[in-house]
């Protein structure tokens, strides 16, 4: 195979030569930059990416982990009356209408917001263990018009 292709090469003229040489040249440096370069950037690329996420991810976690150590004294601070007004100022504080909050026993109460935005909602009741409240149980109706009206059950963290 080798020896016809070198005898077919012999046989060009020199300007043929030449082009062929030139068009094998630009074959290999056409192979070379998507064969090699191009796969290669991109998982460089790809791999920095990742290694962002991850290090944004390392980040949230530990400030999770601080708060976390930092959340028994603030709850205990938190704590100083009873859940339903804790919870009702709390929903307040976010922009709720609260319908109603009742007191079940000393460690309780059941809060009712009959209309809300479900992000709004959402993050009002994962806030609320630093404020040493935990969430029982919650029933949350969407409405058709976008917002939800909210039944939650609240309680001392820890209790």
């Not at 191009?38 to 980040?59: I, K, Q, S």
């Not at 982990?65 to 709390?90: C, E, F, H, T, Y």
């Amino acid at each position: 195979m080798m020896q016809q292709v070198s005898s077919w090469f012999l046989g060009l003229t020199q300007r043929e030569r030449m082009l062929v040489g030139v068009a094998g040249s630009l074959a290999a440096l056409v192979l070379l930059i998507y064969g090699l370069i191009v796969p290669l950037g991109t998982a460089l690329d790809d791999a920095a990416v990742r290694h962002r996420e991850a290090t944004e991810r390392a980040g949230r976690i530990v400030a999770g982990l601080d708060a976390l150590k930092r959340a028994p004294a603030a709850r205990a601070a938190a704590l100083a009356g009873p859940v339903d007004q804790i919870a009702n100022a709390s929903a307040q504080d976010a922009g709720f209408v609260v319908q109603s909050a009742q007191s079940r026993g000393s460690d309780m109460a059941v809060l009712v917001i009959p209309t809300a935005r479900p992000s709004a909602v959402l993050a009002w009741l994962d806030g609320l263990g630093p404020k040493g409240l935990a969430v029982e149980q919650v029933t949350i109706t969407p409405a058709p018009d976008g917002t939800v009206s909210v039944n939650a059950t609240l309680r001392k963290a820890g209790s």
